[in-house]
């Protein structure tokens, strides 16, 4: 097996499991070390009709934007793998 094939899929694997520690658990961490930062109990961080706290909207929209760019980092290395299959 090529070894550039084999450090291809370590690196995606590598980008996937930070993209899915990132979205699931990690988002709720990121919520209670925020609002414990800022104060605010973790009764309040969401309300009861499931939005977020106001005081952590600007935190969570920055950590959505990050998320986001992980999201496009690993479909653009999937195009990339998939284009360099073919081609070559």
Do not use: H, P, R
């Not at 977020?52 to 934007?65: A, M, P, R």
Request: hydrophobic share 45%; glycine share 4%; aromatic share 14%.
């Amino acid at each position: 097996m090529n070894e550039d094939v084999v450090l291809y899929f370590l690196i995606l694997s590598v980008l996937i499991y930070f993209y899915q520690k990132k979205t699931s658990w990690g988002f709720l961490k990121f919520l209670q070390e925020t609002a414990a930062d800022k104060k605010i109990s973790s009764s309040d961080i969401i309300k009861d009709n499931l939005k977020i706290n106001e005081k952590l909207s600007e935190d969570v929209k920055g950590y959505k934007k990050d998320t986001n760019a992980l999201k496009w980092i690993i479909i653009v290395y999937l195009i990339y793998g998939v284009l360099e299959l073919f081609l070559v």
